[in-house]
């Protein structure tokens, strides 16, 4: 079946760092979509990304979507302490005429003050 | 105020003993799921379904159950054929479109642990 492999699985930063997580898909995907989960809670939507070489961008984060729709990318600006968590992609949706969603392993985001 | 229900947020069991998480949503979505997190891990699918009686099993289904009788409702059964169940499970729902993805909406989850 599909599968996503996301990188790094851990990542330490000190506060106004940068930050970068990657996923990588074997298959050409219809859309991607991107988490987040803090500490204790549970996945909250961010963002879509729907066409070959989309960018958008939410205040400090940049999420990219690769021109061949095979990996995608979430960057966070100068870190901050409200960051950290873990961050997951996820692909499939009505891709495979299945309404079904498979998660990248995460990227747990640790920010040091 | 709209949203999913989880119960309950922790739960214990013994070994040998089967135990059902409720999952309720209010949002009028068509699609309901089950994931499975472990400490440190990912989300993994259990189970789930896009309409009333009917369900899917995900990628780790050996040892759980479920039913879907109504829209709103989308309860978990870890059996005891599950062998290792202490985990984070997470429901979710989306409405279902004709074309491109739908965003998921996450319970707060129950923790499950057993003795």
């Known amino acids: 079946g599909q599968q996503v492999m996301q990188i790094p699985q851990y990542q330490h930063v000190q506060e106004g760092e940068d930050f970068t997580t990657y996923c990588n898909s074997s298959t050409t995907l219809s859309n991607i979509q991107w988490y987040k989960q803090r500490p204790g809670g549970h996945p909250v939507f961010l963002i879509q990304?729907?066409?070959?070489?989309e960018v958008k961008k939410q205040k400090r984060l940049t999420f990219q979507f690769g021109e061949a729709k095979k990996n995608s990318s979430l960057h966070i600006t100068a870190t901050q302490t409200t960051d950290v968590g873990t961050y997951f992609c996820?692909?499939?949706?009505?891709?495979?005429?299945?309404?079904?969603?498979?998660f990248g392993t995460g990227t747990r985001l640790k920010v040091l003050a | 105020d709209g949203g999913i229900t989880q119960s309950p947020k922790y739960l214990f069991r013994k070994e040998g003993q089967n135990v059902t998480l409720s999952c309720e949503q209010n949002l009028n979505h068509d699609a309901m799921y089950w994931y499975r997190q472990d400490p440190g891990q990912g989300l993994r699918l259990i189970y789930y379904s896009q309409i009333v009686n009917d369900f899917q099993k995900g990628d780790i289904a050996e040892g759980y159950s479920v039913s879907r009788e109504k829209k709103e409702s989308f309860p978990l059964t870890v059996t005891s054929a599950q062998k290792n169940p202490t985990a984070f499970y997470l429901c979710?729902?989306?409405?279902?479109?004709?074309?491109?993805?739908?965003?998921?909406?996450f319970g707060a989850g129950s923790r499950l642990t057993v003795l």
């Open positions: 979710a729902s989306s409405i279902l479109r004709g074309t491109g993805a739908n965003v998921l909406t």
């Open positions: 996820a692909i499939g949706g009505s891709t495979s005429g299945t309404y079904k969603y498979i």
């Open positions: 990304l729907v066409k070959s070489g």
